[in-house]
């Protein structure tokens, strides 16, 4: 038999499609071509197979050898498809049984002697592998990746020579074992000092998933209350962690297997571009806003951000989803955050600082403000003050604050009325389930209507204030938004009001 047929995946955004590798051998004089749209690293396999082939003590056929990678106007790239390479070549020349090749799925790159290296993307070629009905072939690195796939069989293997004596039936490979769990208590809340204001609009935050953005001086907590938002949400559940592993796993960072069930917290710095915030590049990988799908997007000194970056966040905020498009191809990517922001409120840092220490002008404090756009923070939900605390609330001595435990207790029963009211918390509540679910007394409809002419809101700034409102509702178990809701909801569109904080 002169052609050998093997199972592979490559790798397309956060999905990993089936590729067929065809190998053929035909008489001539001896030589290696790869076809299939392969990039530079993959038509260097033909050295690294032919190597790890000799070491491993198989020959190398001297023929015509054809590697097909099917299909062939989808680009293949990576180290991949080293492993199946060379059992091609030895099924097609007799080596190895082709009819044991059926039942699996085969990635790995080879080294020169031999041995399988990891490579990146396996969690979701160990999904798709299950949903094939295949079982899957990974080196030992990738082992405890592969098996958090829990519905997929993956089995490791340390060198070519392994793979080949478990295909011949001399031997078996291990079934891939995931790393215990680590589950490592976070930043708490207790060590939040006074800012009950703040506090109090983190727990909204985390209730509803909204959208939070903090102002106040240097030094004030911004950051430090930012931190303790992931400790208040609820644990991923599995379909959530498995989406947020696949992004890691393909983004070329790594993925640790131990900490895949944590809800992801990132913290680009500002001087970070656009094509990092949202991805890029020839072949597509996952920004920071993929990267912190389900979990949390923290983004300090907001104004100081480029324009550009932070404009291409106001499609993601509303969709859940970026498409990267390219030339030769275009790539999808969740993109489902809660975004937190922090920003001082003037260029100084102080206005409206009890020390009177600020000597920005109205134009400056307008010209600061005026790097952020209208749409974009027509999309966050709550706008808070997080003032500079008196020394007095920093003594040692001082009271605790609540702890995360107490508060992820209320933000959990919150959360399961919304899970059983919608499906989903309220702030991806759409139009429709908005007006549904968000329903006002006329006294309250027309406080509401007030407020949005007063302070010349959009209709999107509306729905955002009546799904904070039923949020608010749920914290208190009120099954019907009341008037303290509302003017709460209200109260926290505090940069809608111009120049007013500085003055505040």
């Known amino acids: 038999m002169n052609l050998a047929l093997v199972h592979s995946r490559a790798r397309s955004g956060v999905r990993a499609p089936a590729v067929r590798v065809e190998v053929h051998l035909a008489g001539g004089l001896p030589a290696m071509s790869i076809v299939g749209l392969p990039e530079a690293a993959v038509r260097e396999a033909k050295d690294r197979v032919r190597a790890a082939i000799q070491c491993a003590q198989f020959e190398f056929p001297s023929r015509r050898i054809t590697v097909n990678l099917a299909p062939a ?57 299950a949903d094939a009905g295949r079982k899957l072939i990974v080196p030992l690195g990738n082992g405890a990746e592969a098996a958090l796939a829990s519905r ?22 291990p079934r891939a074992v995931a790393l215990p769990t680590v589950r490592e208590r976070g930043p708490d809340m207790s060590d939040v000092r006074g800012q009950s204001h703040a506090r109090r609009a983190l727990e909204v935050a985390a209730a509803g998933g909204h959208h939070l953005l903090l102002v106040g001086p240097p030094g004030c907590g911004k950051t430090l209350l930012a931190s303790r938002l992931p400790g208040l949400l609820p644990e991923a559940s599995e379909e959530e962690a498995l989406e947020s592993a696949a992004i890691a796993s393909i983004s070329g960072r790594g993925l640790d297997p131990a900490r895949w069930r944590e809800r992801p917290f990132r913290t680009p710095h500002h001087t970070a571009s656009a094509v990092a915030l949202v991805g890029g590049g020839a072949d597509p990988r996952p920004g920071e806003i993929s990267l912190a799908h389900n979990g949390v997007l923290f983004l300090d000194e907001l104004p100081e951000w480029g324009r550009r970056a932070l404009e291409v966040l106001r499609e993601p905020l509303e969709s859940g989803v970026v498409t990267i498009s390219r030339a030769a191809r275009s790539s999808e990517f969740p993109a489902r955050f809660q975004l937190v922001a922090a920003m001082n409120p003037c260029p100084c840092g102080w206005a409206g600082d009890a020390s009177g220490r600020c000597r920005c002008s109205p134009d400056m ?93 959009s209709a999107r700034s509306m729905h ?38 500085q003055t505040a």
């Open 365 to 457: 404090v307008l010209g600061y403000r005026a790097r952020l756009s209208g749409p974009l923070m027509d999309r966050i939900d709550l706008h808070v003050e997080v003032p500079r605390l008196p020394p007095s609330a920093l003594r040692p001595d001082a009271p605790p604050s609540e702890s995360s435990q107490v508060v992820r207790e209320r933000v959990l029963r919150a959360r399961n009325l919304q899970a059983s009211r919608a499906g989903k918390p309220n702030a991806r509540l759409n139009q429709p389930e908005t007006v549904a679910t968000c329903r006002l007394s006329h006294s309250d409809q027309a406080l509401l209507e007030h407020a949005i002419d007063t302070l010349q809101l």
């Open 152 to 173: 997929s069989e993956a089995r490791t293997a340390r060198t070519l020579l392994e793979v080949c004596a478990m295909l011949t039936g001399h031997k078996s490979l």
């Open 464 to 501: 955002r204030i009546l799904r904070v409102a039923r949020t608010i509702a749920d914290l208190a178990d009120s099954p019907h938004i009341r008037t303290s809701h509302l003017t709460e909801a209200i109260g926290y569109r505090r940069m809608d009001r111009g120049v007013a904080l």
């Open 73 to 129: 106007d989808l680009p293949k790239s990576g180290g991949r498809f080293d492993l199946p390479i060379a059992l091609g070549i030895l099924a097609a020349s007799g080596q190895i049984p082709l009819e044991a090749l059926a039942e699996y799925e085969f990635l790995g790159e080879l080294g020169l002697t031999g041995e399988l290296r990891g490579i990146d993307g396996v969690l979701p070629a160990a999904l798709a592998a």
